[in-house]
């Protein structure tokens, strides 16, 4: 499970003293368990899954990439290091990502299994999607070319 993962890459980064991989992963922590409280009320005691763990990671990489642009805008190449450092450790929990071709093959299977033949059953392909591809395509680019692909 990918929560012990982190948690053993934490206890061996502190072995190896390695600060700035012990504070991006205990951020990373923080986070999941800032999603596990979040879930309580719903009625899941043990906490978020993983999926749920690999979108709030996706979120976090897409975070910084965002605070990258700012920096390098303002001239701060120091938090620009700091934040590509971050993306990098976060990324090792992260499976590959799918290229372009391999989304559109996606996108197409999906549409075919969900039976969508229009821009009203982009939910379904969505859906379909995220349960197959959690953690392996970028959702925010992969919306547009569903809506494309179902005439929309």
Same mark, same amino acid.
């Given at each position: *499970?990918?929560?012990?993962?982190?948690?053993?890459?934490?206890?061996?980064? *502190?072995?190896?003293?390695?600060?700035?991989?012990?504070?991006?992963?205990?951020?990373?922590?923080?986070?999941?368990?800032?999603?596990?409280?979040?879930?309580?009320?719903?009625?899941?005691?043990?906490?978020?899954?993983?999926?749920?763990?690999?979108?709030? /990671?996706?979120? *976090?990489?897409?975070?910084?990439?965002?605070?990258?642009? /700012?920096?390098?805008?303002?001239?701060?190449?120091?938090?620009?290091?700091?934040?590509?450092?971050?993306?990098?450790?976060?990324?090792?929990?992260?499976?590959?990502?799918?290229?372009?071709?391999?989304?559109?093959?996606?996108?197409?299977?999906?549409?075919?299994?969900?039976?969508?033949?229009?821009?009203?059953? %982009?939910?379904?392909? %969505?859906?379909?999607?995220?349960?197959?591809?959690?953690?392996? *395509?970028?959702?925010?680019? +992969?919306?547009?070319? +569903?809506?494309?692909?179902?005439?929309?």
């Amino acid at each position: *499970m990918l929560r012990e993962q982190i948690t053993e890459a934490v206890k061996d980064a *502190m072995r190896s003293r390695e600060a700035e991989t012990v504070s991006t992963l205990r951020m990373v922590l923080a986070g999941i368990k800032d999603k596990d409280i979040a879930a309580r009320p719903s009625g899941n005691a043990n906490g978020i899954g993983d999926p749920e763990i690999l979108s709030l /990671l996706q979120s *976090m990489v897409k975070q910084r990439r965002e605070s990258i642009i /700012l920096y390098r805008q303002g001239n701060r190449a120091d938090l620009v290091a700091k934040e590509e450092g971050e993306i990098a450790i976060i990324e090792r929990f992260l499976p590959k990502q799918m290229d372009t071709a391999e989304a559109d093959a996606a996108i197409s299977a999906a549409i075919a299994e969900s039976g969508a033949s229009s821009i009203k059953d %982009m939910g379904k392909v %969505m859906a379909a999607l995220k349960s197959k591809y959690s953690g392996q *395509m970028d959702f925010s680019a +992969v919306g547009p070319a +569903v809506k494309a692909k179902l005439g929309g």
